[in-house]
């Protein structure tokens, strides 16, 4: 068990370093996605690299490097619609419906851009078991059959035994069940997915490893490398799917993207059975920081990277044609009108009936926990579904079984 | 050709054309299946397990013989396990035997698939095993008591179309088990083709399922299956690999 330090004994540990009870495992992906996005200049990608892209029928990371270029952005619906016929030919019409709950909010980083740092004075906390199931029946009786499970990233209020019990509860109500909390060791992942979990979701945030250092100034989530390596920690734990993101507008989109795509297209061709996929976050405005809306908007990390729409569609079809195969979702920090449009086109995962409080989803659990970040799109489940029909699309509750 | 049936695991079928189910809408699926004339459908027992939204079963007609699949399993030991779920769904007999260990190709694993088949046939399922075309895992599947194989064209969902043509016909040739060729087959000209060869039923799920019109692709490759096997049946002419050849040859003068 790891001590808990001081903030300023933290401080003073390289981003780089292990901590005591980290796992170091044998892999070079770090190093070959670093070396590749210090090397990427986005700017110097020409319209005539891009349409050789479009029209290669293997593509290259070259050709991945080219579709997050500047150069891109003017052959943005040739590229949508490429994309739209790669999801097609992967997918058909499905698209996969799913929740998230969020089971604790208590979190020991001071992550600067999250409404869970453990500055924020924000309402914390942690449901117990009866809540859980409460919230989890609730979310069941909507009609869904997968969920995720979120927490704070905090060790001590949230450990790996607490997230086990709500994994067997989920059992319970859904066919499917990932997580999406703090990563931990390969040994703790095979507790979690022998207690019924099968994917897990994290996020690297940024792949600037030095921007990474000044916004996690500290805990345990300040170690880059150790979070680098969850994915194949979880698939060395014996997890069937892993998830990637980088939350967009930390630092440069354009190589923290490309970052995200080799790490998972590294991680597909040493792992070829792991199920891979991708989430697109963008920066959103979090609740309890400080300020006005324009300072929560204008928050000292935004310095001119900020992401449009446009540019978080090119990054998702970048994402459809360098890795066709892989799965994508597209979170309710996007309205819904652009949730309507990606949904079958590049992304293959809506979540529905959405709410990142604590305890939110059930009016038997009474007392209830701030939420992380506001969300664009408040449907639920019915609406989501029907959008997706009127879309052409196979609203899909569930494809997996297991084993 | 009335008399021309495909039989599989003791059952009998007039249509040779075996539909998927993945990839639909399903409300499409009951229109695809009856231009199809299909009386087999393939699907992925993690999805006939929805209880939820669109239950596939719904919309499949009654009388059409399901072929659940294991598609998800990575190990012989996974299929299995899918497979006794199938039965217990009441999804039937049949199993088609779909392990795969690699998300990016989609390619079968031979070796699984072999030990699977060994298995499943013992516990008395009906088994028709997804392969890589390789004569010497057909032969141990035949071995193993498969009731049929069915090797992919080129990778599944991507309409290549008979990449692996030579191979299939090797199986043709000298396995004794119907030939399926599933996965790969992009289009109706395709499949009728891999049915002038000899095979003994075709399987298609993404070149209908990406058609612009579903119901009408559908239509398109049960004519073509029909025309191919047709054509199989009434013997080919020959090929002559270069030159023409006259009607009236040229020792038509000679006597005796």
Request: include cysteine; aromatic fraction near 8%; proline fraction near 4%.
């Amino acid at each position: 068990m790891e001590k808990i330090m001081t903030e300023n004994q933290q401080e003073k540990i390289s981003h780089m370093e292990y901590m005591e009870g980290m796992e170091q495992i044998d892999s070079d992906i770090l190093e070959k996605v670093m070396e590749a996005r210090a090397g990427y200049q986005p700017e110097r990608y020409t319209g005539q690299e891009v349409k050789h892209a479009l029209a290669a029928e293997r593509r290259t990371p070259e050709d991945f490097a080219a579709f997050l270029s500047p150069a891109a952005e003017e052959f943005l619906e040739e590229m949508a619609e490429k994309a739209a016929e790669e999801t097609e030919k992967h997918f058909g019409s499905s698209v996969y419906l799913f929740t998230p709950l969020y089971i604790s909010n208590y979190c020991e980083n001071h992550c600067v851009y999250c409404g869970f740092n453990c500055r924020n004075q924000i309402h914390r906390m942690r449901l117990n078991q009866e809540e859980i199931e409460k919230e989890m029946a609730a979310i069941a009786g909507t009609g869904l059959e997968e969920i995720l499970i979120l927490t704070g990233e905090s060790r001590a209020k949230s450990d790996v035994h607490y997230i086990g019990e709500a994994c067997k509860i989920a059992g319970k109500y859904f066919k499917m069940v990932g997580l999406e909390v703090y990563p931990m060791n390969s040994e703790d992942y095979r507790y979690l997915q022998e207690c019924g979990a099968d994917y897990v979701t994290v996020f690297q945030e940024t792949y600037d490893s030095d921007k990474y250092e000044t916004l996690h100034p500290a805990g345990h989530k300040r170690v880059f490398p150790y979070r680098f390596h969850a994915q194949e920690r979880a698939l060395l734990g014996g997890m069937r799917g892993v998830a990637f993101g980088a939350l967009l507008g930390l630092s440069d989109f354009r190589k923290d993207a490309f970052a995200t795509g080799l790490h998972a297209y590294y991680i597909q061709r040493k792992y070829p059975y792991a199920e891979i996929s991708f989430s697109c976050p963008r920066l959103r405005p979090v609740t309890s920081l400080s300020g006005t809306e324009e300072h929560r908007f204008a928050a000292p990390w935004n310095t001119g990277t900020e992401v449009s729409e446009r540019q978080l569609l090119q990054i998702m079809c970048a994402y459809r044609l360098f890795l066709p195969f892989a799965g994508m979702t597209i979170s309710t920090r996007e309205r819904a009108e652009f949730r309507n449009h990606v949904a079958g086109k590049t992304a293959t995962k809506i979540s529905a009936g959405v709410s990142t409080g604590i305890g939110s989803h059930s009016d038997e659990v009474t007392e209830q926990g701030d939420s992380q970040f506001e969300i664009a799109d408040n449907r639920n489940v019915p609406e989501v579904v029907t959008a997706m029909k009127d879309m052409g699309l196979q609203p899909v509750m569930n494809d997996y079984v297991y084993v | 050709m009335k008399d021309d049936k495909l039989i599989l695991g003791g059952q009998e079928f007039q249509s040779r054309f075996i539909l998927g189910s993945g990839k639909y809408n399903v409300e499409l699926i009951q229109a695809a299946v009856e231009q199809a004339g299909a009386e087999i459908i393939t699907l992925a027992v993690r999805r006939a397990n929805s209880s939820g939204e669109g239950n596939i079963l719904d919309y499949i007609p009654e009388g059409v013989t399901l072929l659940p699949n294991t598609s998800g399993a990575r190990t012989a030991e996974e299929a299995v396990r899918i497979a006794h779920l199938s039965r217990e769904l009441g999804c039937g007999n049949f199993v088609k035997v779909e392990i795969i260990r690699d998300t990016r190709y989609l390619l079968p694993d031979n070796t699984e698939t072999v030990k699977a088949t060994e298995q499943l046939t013992k516990e008395g399922f009906v088994v028709l095993p997804y392969m890589y075309p390789d004569l010497n895992t057909a032969r141990d599947l035949q071995q193993a008591g498969a009731a049929a194989v069915m090797p992919l064209a080129s990778p599944i969902g991507s309409n290549k179309g008979l990449e692996t043509r030579a191979f299939i016909q090797i199986l043709i040739d000298e396995i004794d088990l119907p030939v399926i060729v599933d996965a790969g087959i992009g289009r109706p000209s395709q499949a009728c083709e891999v049915m002038e060869m000899g095979a003994a039923a075709v399987m298609a799920n993404t070149a209908i399922a990406t058609a612009g019109n579903i119901p009408r692709m559908a239509a398109a490759f049960r004519k073509a299956i029909e025309a191919g096997r047709d054509a199989y049946l009434s013997g080919l002419g020959r090929v002559r690999q270069s030159g023409g050849e006259s009607s009236s040859p040229l020792t038509g003068f000679l006597r005796d």
